[in-house]
């Protein structure tokens, strides 16, 4: 079975030409350089808010590693409890055509690190992994797509290790998205720690946004749990541990870069907002 893209033509194009031309325009600034990194971390909003963020970061990611065979996937939203899941189905549609499931890999690693398994048809859809979906389909044709559900809590960085080294194993040319957005300020999220106004954006934009992306920049992964759990600055933490463990365990190392930070406040200023952060690692 192949997952739906049920969000395509409401969080983004829903055709394969308007998909390209999303993808290409929000690319359109992006400062690529190639180098030793091995995974990103990028949002997952609507691409009319958070489209940007992801479309200036995955350049960087194709022009290092343009001939990835495996591109994992560490995503949906979840808590300190978990599911940890990967997802063993044949695969995922996205308006660019489909993502294929690496299954006897993806049922290795369930096994090895006892793993549920994420369904093909959710209780409801995830735009945490399909809003990444059609940029990894256009930036890496070629690759299979595995994709992990980690809880935000230390778990992520033992699974995310453990499959950064069990790719390497298995010879593959692999490349690791951890999908995160960072915080949730507002009425509409029920946190308001700032009060209002030009006082609230400055706060989430160089303070709590701020300390999270510190600890990815500063190769702090556990921090990046711990902040994120206590200061509600990010929404999946565990996906951006998972995922820089996984790129640590696969090279040895990580050299983060951020790429673009923002809120969606200024893409359309409102009293709730939530920010966006483009990381490759």
Same mark, same amino acid.
């Given at each position: 079975m192949y997952r739906a893209a049920y969000l395509a033509g409401q969080w983004y194009p829903?055709?394969?030409?308007?998909?390209?031309?999303?993808?290409?325009? !929000? %690319?359109?600034?992006?400062?690529?350089?190639?180098?030793?990194?091995?995974?990103?971390?990028?949002? =997952? %909003?609507?691409w009319s808010?958070?489209? @940007?963020?992801?479309?200036?970061?995955y350049p960087w990611l194709a022009r290092s590693h343009l001939d990835a065979d495996l591109?994992?996937?560490?995503?949906? !939203?979840r808590g300190p409890?978990?599911?940890?899941?990967?997802?063993?189905?044949?695969?995922?549609?996205?308006?660019?055509?489909?993502?294929?499931?690496?299954?006897e890999f993806a049922r290795q690693i369930a096994l090895e690190l006892r793993l549920g398994e994420e369904p093909a048809?959710?209780?409801?859809? @995830?735009? %945490?992994?399909?809003? !990444?979906?059609?940029?990894?389909? =256009?930036?890496?044709p070629a690759a299979e797509m595995l994709m992990i559900g980690v809880a935000a809590a230390r778990v992520a960085i033992e699974i995310g290790t453990h499959v950064g080294e069990m790719c390497k194993a298995a010879g593959r040319d692999a490349v690791f998205v951890g999908s995160t957005d960072l915080t949730h300020y507002g009425p509409n999220y029920g946190f308001e720690p700032a009060g209002s106004g030009d006082d609230a954006v400055d706060w989430?934009? =160089?303070?709590?946004?701020?300390? #999270?992306?510190? %600890?990815v920049l500063e190769k702090r992964i556990e921090a990046t749990i711990t902040h994120a759990n206590e200061h509600n600055s990010a929404c999946c933490a565990g996906a951006v541990a998972a995922t820089m463990a996984a790129?640590?365990?696969?090279?040895?190392?990580?050299?983060p870069?951020?790429? @673009? =930070?923002?809120?969606?406040? @200024?893409?359309?200023?409102?009293?709730? #907002?939530?920010?966006?952060?483009?990381?490759?690692?």
């Open positions: 829903a055709s394969e030409s308007a998909c390209i031309n999303a993808i290409e325009g !929000h %690319a359109r600034d992006a400062q690529s350089e190639q180098g030793p990194w091995r995974g990103l971390i990028g949002p =997952h %909003a609507g808010f958070s489209g @940007d963020a992801a479309g200036r970061t591109v994992v996937v560490f995503g949906s !939203h409890s978990g599911p940890n899941t990967v997802f063993v189905e044949e695969g995922w549609t996205t308006p660019l055509g489909k993502l294929q499931t690496p299954m048809e959710p209780a409801r859809p @995830d735009n %945490a992994v399909e809003l !990444h979906l059609p940029f990894v389909r =256009h930036y890496f989430v934009r =160089h303070e709590n946004d701020r300390g #999270f992306i510190d %600890a790129v640590n365990a696969f090279s040895g190392s990580m050299e870069q951020l790429v @673009d =930070h923002y809120l969606s406040f @200024d893409v359309r200023p409102d009293a709730s #907002f939530v920010g966006y952060a483009g990381i490759v690692l």
